[in-house]
T-cell receptor
């Protein structure tokens, strides 16, 4: 069975700090996909990134970056120079046969 | 915007009553999903559908049934609501035509309270 663990339930930072959200996964599949979603206080779920298991290159999108390490089964998400608008719950997810398994989420609070 | 709507958006119901939640999509996606979100559990899959009249169970399917008579509509029914089914329910679609590993896009959610 697949499993996704987000050990940090809540993180609080001050604006402009960098912050890393951890995600560790378990799967027996050799081909799999990993995702990050953002859930702002308004409640909707926003897709951020999808990464397949054969692509271990780090990805950067503006202030967001993702570090995928197959050796440690981790797919961590870093926000550089955090802003108040980054305050949200962030979910990591793993795909198996068209179904997603989600981690429990990390609530990020960015204070001005 | 993946063109997903959910109705109702909020509902309060009493224990033992039947409840049906509706998910509607406008883009003809084959795969549709129902999740529930509870504190500390992230989102958990209830049921999913891979076509008209084709459905399967997810991780937390007990107490729920689904139906898909048209591509655009996926219904979730609680036959006899219980307090443990108080939750936020999200519908989702998968892009990619059924190939594995494609991202899912979510509807706005339905907050259900069972008293």
């Amino acid at each position: 069975a697949q499993k996704v663990t987000q050990a940090q339930t809540e993180i609080s930072v001050v604006e402009k700090e960098d912050v890393t959200l951890d995600c560790v996964y378990e799967t027996r599949d050799t081909t799999y996909y990993l995702f990050w979603y953002k859930q702002p206080p308004s409640g909707e779920l926003v897709f951020l990134i999808r990464r397949n298991s054969f692509d271990e290159q780090n990805e950067i999108s503006g202030r967001y970056s993702w570090n995928f390490q197959k050796s440690t089964s981790s797919f961590n998400f870093t926000i550089t120079a955090s802003q108040v608008v980054d305050s949200a719950v962030y979910f990591c997810a793993l795909s198996e046969a068209n179904m997603l398994t989600f981690g429990g989420g990390t609530r990020l609070m960015v204070k001005p | 915007d993946a063109g997903i709507t959910q109705s109702p958006r909020h509902k309060v119901t009493e224990t033992g009553t039947p409840v049906t939640l509706r998910c509607h999509q406008t883009e003809n996606h084959r795969y549709m999903y129902w999740y529930r979100q509870d504190p500390g559990h992230g989102l958990r899959l209830i049921h999913y559908s891979y076509g008209v009249k084709d459905t399967d169970k997810g991780e937390v399917s007990d107490g729920y049934s689904v139906s898909r008579s048209k591509t655009e509509d996926f219904l979730l029914t609680l036959e006899s609501a219980t307090s443990s089914q108080t939750s936020v329910y999200f519908c989702a679609i998968s892009v990619g035509g059924g190939r594995e590993g494609h991202e899912q896009y979510f509807g706005p959610g339905t907050r259900l309270t069972v008293t």
